[in-house]
């Protein structure tokens, strides 16, 4: 009895949600990198909805330079074309005996000539280069940010809310309710990742009219696929925690199901969602990637991280690598950046730290 009574409080004076994470942010202060993490991430987070306000890069499409124009620190391309077209005619030499093309100079030289006049707008360099339609890959990339990061995020947070919901209830409930969920959790895993995305693709195309093809329907395919893993390690954390003392003694002080669930064992297991969470947002950034590359990911009026991965394929067989560079070094950055935050996060909510302080 009196192991109840400690326990109850415990219980009341502690461990409420306030605490643990109040407790958690004072631990995560102190961690440096954490802090360096987040400020990454906030950066990140702060571009990409100026993107989305058009404060930023918002003429993206608009062609600023010219086609493939290099980063600024080559400078210009050489001209070699206009070098090459080059015939050193005189004004009165008439050579159409001898080049039948000869006819032809005058017209293509008002045509160049019209060109360079229209082409003075344009920027032989910019500061991350230009695509082979001359546009900003810089832009490109900041644009390209919203949507990535967007639909990593969002299905990151549908599969994990998924997961973690789904697996609090198998694993707190069990019985019937948790061979149910095993049973659709087998059903899902017994298929190969990327037959299961096609198929919920191909339902999202047939329901068009419902929701359109490009960010959301990503989102909920991602999200519909990828709740899996999330469900079976939140599921074992909550069989474990359900039987444990200070949830019993929330039983006994008369806490309801939903109370025990979700405000005293989801804190202590919130670690395990959260480092399945930054998986995910990498993971699904990535499969993004694929799927715009097939042509199931986002519309073709937009741009991504995926999509401009996708182009740089065909510029890098004639040398040109700065989209490529640009691209993969957002991605690597933010993707590096929201590892560490959610690590640090991670260990900030680990119940097994909290008792070192």
């Known amino acids: 009895m009196s192991t109840v009574a400690s326990s109850v409080n415990l219980l009341t004076s502690s461990s409420s949600s306030s605490g643990v994470w109040s407790a958690a942010w004072k631990r ?98 910019l500061p ?11 832009a490109k990339a900041i644009k390209g ?56 693709a191909a339902v999202l195309n047939r329901a068009d009219a419902i929701i359109p093809k490009g960010i959301w329907s990503i ?12 469900y079976r390690l939140v599921r074992a954390e909550f069989i474990k925690h359900s039987v444990r003392e200070y949830v019993r003694a929330a039983e006994a002080i008369g806490a309801s199901t939903f109370s025990r669930m979700f405000r005293h064992i989801l804190p202590n297991v919130s670690h395990v969602a959260l480092v399945q969470l930054s998986i995910h947002v990498v993971g699904f950034i990535k499969a993004e990637v694929i799927l715009s590359y097939l042509g199931l990911g986002v519309a073709v009026d937009q741009v991504s991280w995926g999509t401009m991965l996708a182009e740089a394929q065909s510029e890098l067989i004639l040398g040109h690598w700065w989209q490529l560079a640009a691209a993969t070094l957002f991605m690597a950055v933010f993707v590096t950046a929201f590892s560490l935050f959610t690590d640090a996060l991670r260990d900030a909510l680990d119940p097994k730290l909290r008792g070192l302080e």
């Open 28 to 125: 995560f202060k102190s961690d440096k990198v954490g802090m360096v993490s987040l400020a990454i991430v906030g950066a990140f987070l702060v571009l990409i909805i100026a993107a989305g306000l058009g404060l930023v890069a918002a003429n993206w499409q608009r062609e600023v330079g010219v086609p493939n124009a290099p980063p600024t620190f080559m400078g210009p391309a050489a001209k070699t074309e206009a070098a090459a077209i080059a015939v050193p005619t005189g004004p009165n030499v008439d050579i159409s005996a001898i080049d039948p093309l000869a006819p032809r100079y005058k017209e293509w030289d008002e045509r160049a000539a019209t060109y360079k006049t229209v082409d003075t707008i344009k920027r032989e360099t």
């Open 128 to 138: 991350f280069g230009a695509d082979r339609l001359g546009r900003d890959v810089l």
């Open 145 to 200: 940010a919203e949507i990535s990061i967007m639909v990593g995020v969002l299905a990151a947070v549908v599969a994990t809310l998924i997961g973690t919901v789904l697996g609090a209830i198998g694993g707190f409930f069990g019985g019937k309710v948790g061979d149910l969920l095993e049973w659709v959790y087998n059903v899902f895993t017994s298929i190969p990742g990327i037959l299961l995305i096609f198929t919920f």
């Open 219 to 230: 989102v909920i395919i991602l999200g519909l696929t990828g709740w899996t893993g999330i």
